[in-house]
């Protein structure tokens, strides 16, 4: 066992430190299961999460296991031609090749990516450029270019 533990003055702190470090790993570091499996509430998992660097340690090894889980699942429903994780990957993975939702805009030749909303752009832009602009459907092949 980890020696901020191992260190712990009270045997019950540390068994309770042991319980929740091994219901992390078996829960794959979701708290509130890993909580009940070591038979302690939501609160006191927190505290230790925040009190012993192995217990966090534990948690956050087991959320990049199941991180890693999540995302091989997502490959190979890619790989069986399913449309809706194709697409999910290319809005969250492929932004820098123009896949994304946010607006689009062309500025001295440039493309960028812009999350706001059209009136907060064209607030923005009206104010600092002194240029006035339309907004038109932008895409990756035709991004918002500034008039």
């Known amino acids: ?5 191992n260190n712990v003055i009270s045997k019950k702190r540390q068994d309770t ?18 909580a009940k499996a070591a038979g302690v509430n ?13 217990v ?14 999540v995302e091989s699942k997502l ?3 890619i790989s069986k031609g399913d449309t809706i994780a194709q697409i999910f990957f290319l809005k969250t993975q492929g932004k820098g090749r ?8 062309n500025i001295d030749n ?8 059209d009136e907060e752009l064209i607030e923005i832009i009206n104010r600092g450029s002194g240029k006035r602009i339309s ?9 918002l270019t500034i008039l």
Do not use: C
């Open 17 to 34: 430190a042991k319980r929740i470090i091994a219901a992390l790993k078996q829960q794959r570091g979701l708290t509130t299961l890993a």
């Open 75 to 77: 490959l190979d429903n």
């Open 1 to 5: 066992m980890p020696d901020d533990v």
């Open 110 to 117: 440039r493309t960028q990516t812009v999350y706001m909303t």
């Open 135 to 143: 907004i038109e459907a932008a895409s990756a092949e035709k991004p």
């Open 56 to 69: 966090r340690k534990a948690a956050d090894e087991a959320k990049e296991g199941l991180l890693d889980y």
């Open 42 to 54: 939501y609160v006191t998992v927190t505290r230790y999460l925040n009190e012993f660097p192995s």
């Open 98 to 105: 123009g896949y994304s939702e946010a607006p689009l805009i």
